[in-house]
């Protein structure tokens, strides 16, 4: 590889601090992310391996190492040599960068021959800075600001469940729609708050971290799934009938997608809906539907043309789920499905001879799944997710420090505690370099494809990776679930322990999220 003889700078990632960046020397090459299994020896087990930095030095930067946690020296020792980027515990070097904030630098394997993307201008001595324009922190304050005094302090813990405080949540929703900030994404023509993605990205950020409630949670799908796909596919009168109902929040969507032979293989779906005259008639069965038992209207994705290619006979139409007095609408059943950790999240549909309009059609006949995979430019970072993993680590070390009774008593007596904890901490700040990674790229027009799988792999298999440590630190305690009153950290642990087992399915299982890096990362052909 050419050695290094310039220093550029590449804005890769916003918001970590500002003035916070790190520039190191060495000969440097491209990146793709990329997601492996790490063999035994690595601790009797498997791990997942993610390549993070746009840049890689085949030397160690000079840094200040010393200052790192040694857990994370410790995963910066080799586990197995072979021509692939490991991540956090395979070959990397983990340094400080700044006062908030860590970058994680991997070693090099002389992969400019077959590694292409985004970064590949990157010269050598390349720096990350992750600072907002003028403009961008100026709107970050105007978010702070308006969050601190107008969101309602009892949905201000991450631990509260919002259904608990329903006068509070609507509230608080009223507020975000009068700001015109309900529906980020949306454009101003259609009560949307027409934001960038940075603004979206920014927006997102401080909401997590002041742990006040996502307007996404809020106002779910209708505003994530179908208002995106309504504004581009819709008709005028779809859009004048659904939209104003979705953004006040009159009326609550679910989403038809998964069947019970129809899960990471969607386009497999049976459900069918055969035109009679004007209306379809429509039969089958959906599973995993959230929040359907709640909702006023389905999204339904469904098969139009038997006889067609899977992909190419499918369709979206809009299904009442009640009629005009409040009950089930003719023809639907809904079954609840309760989840291991005791909410009612999910239910099985069943549709049979249920008989709804040809206007409720969005968009052509039998082009539901090329509509499926599109929609508004919404900020797809993850960023909350990957703030509040940090935040439930901070608050494990906050009780370790505290609880003297149990904490402190707990890490004495199993001291491998402290470097899971450093770990753990250290593995958060990979999952946000990963989300800052998707913001930049769609902040430069890129659309992240396999980029997008691996923050979602990484992130809901270290929810998974927090909880197992949070139940090690918290003992029997935490098995307290909330509202029971010795629950430690009011019994958030104990409720993510159980719930995000469903993590690493839900939303396409690891092995998809694998599939996808590995066939459009890195080109490795089907099975």
């Known amino acids: 590889m050419p050695q290094a ?38 601790r ?4 997942p391996i993610i390549c993070l930095a746009s840049a890689l030095s085949t030397h160690p930067p000079p840094s200040p190492v010393g200052d790192l946690p040694s857990a994370a020296m410790d995963a910066a020792r080799p586990v197995e040599k072979g021509r692939r980027p490991f991540s956090a515990r395979g070959w990397p070097l983990t340094l400080t960068c700044g006062e908030e904030g860590i970058i994680i630098v991997p070693w090099s394997w002389d992969f400019e021959e077959t590694i292409g993307g985004p970064y590949d201008s990157l010269e050598a001595g390349g720096s990350m800075d992750f600072r907002f324009t003028p403009e961008e922190e100026a709107f970050r304050q105007e978010v702070r600001q308006f969050i601190e005094t107008e969101c309602p302090p009892e949905l201000r813990g991450g631990d509260a469940n919002p259904f608990d405080r329903l006068p509070a949540m609507i509230q608080w929703r009223r507020k975000l729609a ?19 993605i940075m603004q979206q990205f920014i927006y997102n950020l401080e909401t997590a971290r002041l742990r006040a409630p996502s307007p996404m949670f809020m106002a779910g799908l209708g505003i994530a799934v179908v208002g995106p796909t309504l504004i581009l596919f819709g008709n005028e009168e779809q859009k004048r009938t659904y939209l104003p109902k979705i953004l006040s929040g009159e009326h609550i969507w679910c989403q038809g997608f998964s069947e019970p032979n129809a899960g990471s293989d969607l386009a497999s779906l049976q459900t069918t809906a055969i035109r009679d005259g004007d209306e379809y008639v429509i039969n089958g069965q959906k ?33 009442p789920m009640r009629d005009e007095k409040g009950n089930p609408y003719p023809g639907i059943t809904v079954q609840p499905l309760l989840n291991m950790a005791g909410t009612h999240e999910f239910n099985q549909v069943f549709f049979e001879n249920v008989r709804v309009p040809v206007k409720n ?17 919404i900020e797809r970072s993850n960023i909350g997710s990957a703030v509040g993993q940090q935040q439930t680590v901070e608050d494990l070390v906050r009780f370790v420090q505290e609880a003297r009774g149990s904490g402190q008593e707990r890490v004495s007596r199993l001291p491998a505690l402290r470097y899971e904890l450093a770990e753990r901490w250290v593995e958060t700040e990979i999952s946000l370099l990963l989300s800052y990674r998707v913001v930049t790229m769609q902040n430069r027009g890129v659309i992240p494809n396999y980029e997008a799988s691996a923050t979602k792999l990484y992130s809901m298999e270290l929810n998974q990776r927090i909880a197992n440590t949070g139940m090690k630190v918290l003992g029997l305690y935490g098995q307290l679930a909330r509202g029971q009153k010795w629950a430690p950290l009011r019994g958030r642990i104990e409720f993510m322990y159980l719930r995000s087992v469903a993590n690493t399915i839900e939303g396409g299982t690891s092995e998809i999220q694998r599939n996808v890096i590995a066939g459009r990362g890195l080109g490795l052909p089907r099975d």
């Not at 916003?14 to 990329?34: D, I």
């Not at 009068?178 to 960038?196: D, F, I, S, V």
């Not at 059609?361 to 430019?377: P, S």
């Open 287 to 319: 599973i995993w539907t959230t929040v359907a038992h709640l909702s006023h209207y389905m999204l339904l994705l469904c098969r139009t043309d038997p006889n067609a290619p899977k992909h190419k006979g499918l369709s979206y139409i809009i299904v």
């Open 5 to 42: 003889s310039t220093r550029t700078t590449a804005s890769v990632g916003p918001g970590l601090g500002s003035g916070t960046s790190c520039t190191w020397r060495g000969a440097l090459s491209a990146v793709m992310t990329a997601a492996f299994t790490v063999p035994p020896p690595f």
């Open 361 to 377: 059609l969005v968009g052509e006949e039998n082009q539901g799944w090329y509509m499926a995979v599109r929609t508004l430019d």
């Open 44 to 47: 009797g087990g498997t791990a």
């Open 178 to 196: 009068e700001k015109g900030w309900l529906a980020p994404a949306w454009p101003r023509e259609y009560g949307g708050a027409g934001m960038t």
